[in-house]
């Protein structure tokens, strides 16, 4: 009966999880398309493990799974009634419910729109860090720009002339402290400078810097030869990084929102509640987002987990996230939907349907939130910058979206919605397979009366 029932609802979940990870790939960024086909792939082992093996252990095992105090008798499932009551309190004040809750998710969204991307140097670290005392040691003695040289390298194998010349007007450059002089191996045709900023490498004036470098002095300093130079070195790395996140999120956002709403309309059979799934995972995210902001950016309470100073977001922080993100909310969107699907399917009535949805799975879905919470509030221990923001935004988010998600808008907006959540034009009715071949009565039937082994 659970792999007739539950099992799809785990192969679509697992689907979507798949789906929004390996979005991954359409950043383009080849460490990050990486670590989304290593976590899809971990992602979709659980899936096949969780319909084959695990049955087939629970087969094994037997009565001896429910331990010594097992019942003579198999008892129906029965629906926590602190839940059901919630359910019912929440559709009977939906329009409170929903507008409540949108105005609190919208305003922890709204800081995202001062959402600066950029890497932590070591002087975001704690001074007790022998990197951090590192850093300020070469801040204090050379000035901040030491902590990230620029690596400018000129292709002099056309022209050798134009060497001396770049370096002035790179060392004339006002985000320029100083230019050492060049490094030059005519076999090779190369020739490296060495330019050090006026401002640390996290400051958004040295990015200025080097875009300022790349669009202006270069050309004016190389026009009439053929030697072209680029920049290079980790500041201007993580700078690119960022500009390539920037460049690519919204088309990896937009790929995975089709996707995944592709999938949620073959299951569920309906056009909204795809849609309102969306809708709603977009808002968790991007609360989580503005609470990142709100305490890396702003500093807000930062003090308390251990960030002594205001840091940017690390520029590939916003693509893991919502992709790890907008799957595990899927995760909870399937089950919920699901169990509210069958109840409509077996009875016909809405709003008792999104009742028996939330007590039936309340309770999974907090006991799995608060999981996920308590590990990644784990991160937040940690003393990198890097790995605490991955700690607050995935915890900020799961509890957004268990609570405030899962338990008040979404039951919310199907009360108000009403028969129209399972609308489904004709003609997209004909395309799409039919999934559930039998009623959810006739397959509990069937697995009853199977003999048992």
Request: avoid cysteine; proline fraction near 5%.
């Amino acid at each position: 009966m659970a792999l007739a029932t539950a099992g799809q609802a785990v192969i679509f979940a697992g689907g979507t999880v798949v789906v929004a990870i390996l979005g991954l790939i359409v950043a383009g960024i080849p460490f990050v398309t990486g670590g989304g086909v290593a976590i899809s792939a971990m992602v979709l082992v659980m899936v096949l493990a969780s319909v084959t093996l695990l049955p087939a252990l629970l087969g094994l095992a037997g009565h001896r799974i429910n331990g010594r105090r097992r019942r003579a008798t198999v008892l129906a499932h029965r629906p926590s009634t602190g839940w059901y009551r919630w359910g019912a309190h929440v559709t009977r004040n939906a329009k409170a419910y929903m507008v409540g809750a949108a105005i609190v998710m919208i305003a922890l969204a709204v800081p995202v729109l001062a959402l600066n991307l950029g890497f932590p140097d070591d002087g975001t670290k704690p001074e007790s860090r022998t990197e951090r005392r590192a850093y300020d040691l070469i801040a204090d003695g050379f000035g901040p720009g030491a902590n990230g040289l620029l690596v400018i390298a000129v292709d002099i194998s056309q022209d050798t002339s134009a060497v001396g010349t770049l370096a002035q007007a790179v060392g004339a450059d006002p985000g320029i402290a100083s230019v050492g002089k060049p490094a030059i191996d005519l076999r090779a045709g190369v020739a490296t400078l060495v330019a050090q900023p006026t401002t640390s490498p996290q400051d958004e004036a040295t990015q200025e810097t080097i875009a300022r470098l790349r669009s202006d002095v270069f050309p004016a300093a190389l026009d009439g030869t053929s030697a072209t130079a680029h920049v290079g070195g980790q500041t201007a790395t993580f700078a690119d990084l960022g500009d390539r996140v920037q460049e690519r999120m919204l088309r990896f956002v937009a790929a995975v929102l089709l996707l995944s709403f592709l999938l949620l309309t073959l299951l569920f059979r309906s056009v909204l509640v795809p849609l309102k799934a969306v809708v709603l995972n977009l808002l968790s995210v991007g609360a989580a987002y503005g609470v990142l902001v709100m305490v890396f950016q702003w500093g807000w309470a930062a003090s308390l987990i251990g960030v002594e100073q205001a840091v940017p977001i690390v520029s590939f922080i916003p693509l893991f996230m919502f992709a790890i993100l907008f799957g595990l909310s899927m995760d909870y969107e399937v089950f919920l939907l699901s169990r509210i699907r069958e109840e409509y399917r077996r009875h016909g009535d809405n709003t008792r349907a999104v009742i028996e949805g939330i007590a039936g799975t309340g309770r999974t879905i907090t006991a799995a939130a608060l999981i996920m919470v308590a590990v990644f509030s784990g991160f937040i221990l940690g003393s990198d910058p890097v790995v605490k923001m991955m700690g607050v935004g995935l915890a900020t988010a799961i509890f957004l979206d268990a609570t405030v998600v899962r338990l008040v808008l979404v039951p919310a907006t199907m009360k108000l919605l009403g028969v129209a959540n399972w609308w489904l034009p004709g003609w997209l009715d004909r395309l799409l397979p039919e999934l559930d071949h039998a009623p959810v009565e006739k397959v509990a039937e069937v697995a009853i009366n199977q003999p048992a082994p």
